[in-house]
């Protein structure tokens, strides 16, 4: 995990709105980790904090532990529904998960650089795009 605990000031600064050119793989001590045509893990089982910084850098995010704390929440939730969240059921299930950090959709936004939470929060936890995201 990221030694920083604390949400980096750069991140309000350059919201992404869209999908900028995705990559198509990541190379890693692993190898190579395959992506589909919008920059998400094909499997979701080769993800890792590593891994996850690897895609946040695609979006211009610097993860900290509070990042990784909703990843694993999010990560959770694909576990327990067998589907990835899409935005409203991702901010209920964080909310109700960990109350400490009042999530809100926009707390999500500013932290993780985006306009398009449930796509990219799903994106940096490895998982694949919600189905009902444009």
Known sequence: MSPSSTI???????????????????VNEGGTLELDEEGHLLDHNLWTPEVAQQLA?????????????????????????????????LI????????????????LQQIFNTGLVARHVNRIAGLPKPPNCL
């Open 8 to 26: 980096n000031s750069h991140q309000a600064s350059n919201t992404k709105t869209n999908e900028e050119s995705a990559p198509k793989s990541l």
């Open 92 to 107: 209920k299930y964080l909310m109700k998960t960990l109350p400490e950090m009042q999530i809100s959709n926009q707390l």
């Open 57 to 89: 850098d695609t979006l211009e995010v610097t993860l900290t532990d509070d990042h990784y704390r909703i990843l694993q929440q999010v990560r959770a939730f694909h576990t327990e529904f067998n589907h990835p969240p899409s935005t409203r059921p």
